[in-house]
């Protein structure tokens, strides 16, 4: 990875990017290059409407998903990926601010899946939350991504609990 120059505190790790090249794709596929970035730029619209596409809900406006603050505020880092510039993309790191760490909103849009984004996304996230003097990466899913997040990520089932904090919203599977 290249560093960046102007990133954000040393504490925090520097914002890098990689570039990655699917020339090993068939060829009647086109070669895409996505380009990975630890802590990189984005504005709240692309990421409201890739939020709405990867968890198939609406398009909120910034009044109600404020992204960009919410990052900055709570969160150790976050990656982006991006074809030719447009965000297709994005995982969050919220953390305690000592050494534990979470996945969160993992995001990659309908056309760019099944390439190896979201798995690159979840490696340099991994790599951003080490490099900061992280000891633990926690990740909640539901079961339908179990193969993603323990086979081809790398976690280790644990077991974990949840409480519901809406009466009307019941835990996944219960």
């Known amino acids: 990875m290249t560093a960046i120059l102007g ?11 990689e570039r990655v090249t699917g020339a090993d794709r068939p060829a009647t596929v086109p070669t895409v290059t996505i380009a ?8 709240n619209a692309e990421l409201n409407a890739l939020h709405a596409e990867a968890f198939e809900t609406r398009v909120y406006d910034e009044s109600e998903s404020d992204w960009t603050t919410l990052v900055h505020r709570h969160s150790l880092g976050w990656v982006v990926a991006r074809a030719d510039g447009k965000l297709v993309g994005f995982v969050n790191v919220p953390w305690d601010g000592l050494v534990h760490a979470w996945i969160q909103d993992t995001m990659v849009s309908g056309a760019s899946r099944h390439q190896g984004i979201a798995t690159r996304l979840v490696e340099i996230a991994r790599q951003g939350a080490r490099d900061a003097g992280c000891e633990w990466l926690h990740v909640d899913f539901d079961e339908h991504l179990r193969s ?7 976690f280790t089932p644990v077991s974990a609990g949840l409480i519901a904090l809406q009466e009307d919203e019941a835990a996944p599977g219960v």
Not at 7 to 12: F, I, V
Not at 148 to 154: H, T
């Open 148 to 154: 993603f997040y323990i086979d081809a990520c790398g």
């Open 36 to 43: 990975y970035e630890w802590r990189g730029e984005f504005d």
């Open 7 to 17: 990133g954000p505190a040393a504490a925090l790790g520097p914002r890098s990017i």
